[in-house]
């Protein structure tokens, strides 16, 4: 059975604060999406990591890859309320188009 | 750009009626999906398309359920008769290259009474 598990699925966290969110997935793709949801709107993409060691950076926003140990990050610099959301991972399963969502994670910044 | 777009954005009906969802992909995307999201269950795919021809239904929950993309440029997902807990939010996206992300539309919130 196809999993994607993330961890926390609740996270508070104060302005300012540096955390990170993990992605787990049963399959061996090497592709792994991240999006983000506001309350009551779309998905949103933020990031597509294509193969190992893949890092990529944007803001306050950092995910990677490792496809050996299965799994990627979400590290989150300096939080600002505007990243308060539900922050969800896909895994693609064996590499076609079909994804496999996380169950979300729901990050809350606290000034 | 026009994004993915979804109609209706709320749907309300009782019981047993038939309810018809509809959406748009982007231009030059060829590959369309739905899905089902709900609290319980998650972000679940129902069903994709690919050059409008079904790939994996294994997600469509029951024979009350069924997909059609007559066309590149529309797709419906019919649910007869509906359930209340056919209530949730369906979301449509669509894709151009497989490693690209998936874009999604912004939703139909369905309530069945």
Redesign the interface.
């Known amino acids: 059975e196809l999993k994607v598990e993330q961890n926390p699925l609740f996270l508070s966290m104060q302005e300012g604060k540096n955390y990170t969110i993990y992605c787990n997935y049963s399959t061996t793709s090497d592709r792994l999406y991240w999006y983000r949801q506001d309350p009551g709107k779309s998905l949103e993409s933020l990031f597509v990591l294509l193969s190992n060691g893949a890092v990529k950076q944007e803001g306050r926003l950092m995910a990677s890859l490792d496809t050996k140990a299965r799994l990627s990050t979400l590290h989150i610099t300096a939080a600002v309320h505007d990243l308060s959301a539900t922050y969800f991972c896909a895994d693609s399963n064996f590499g076609n188009e079909k994804l496999t969502f996380g169950t979300g994670t729901r990050l809350t910044i606290i000034p | 750009d026009a994004g993915v777009i979804q109609s209706p954005r709320h749907e309300v009906t009782e019981m047993g009626q038939e309810v018809t969802l509809r959406c748009k992909p982007i231009s030059g995307h060829n ?1 369309l ?1 739905w899905y089902r999201q709900t609290m319980m269950r ?2 679940e ?1 129902l069903i ?1 398309f ?1 050059n409008n021809v079904p ?2 239904d294994s997600g469509m929950p029951e024979d009350r359920f069924s997909a059609k993309m007559p066309n590149a440029s529309f797709s419906t997902l019919k649910i007869q008769p509906s359930e209340p807990r056919d209530s949730a939010v369906y ?1 449509c ?1 669509s ?1 151009g290259q ?10 139909t919130r369905l309530s069945i009474l």
């Open positions: 590959s999906f998650g972000l795919l994709y690919n790939i994996d979301f996206a894709s497989m490693n690209q992300p998936q874009h999604f539309g912004d939703g």
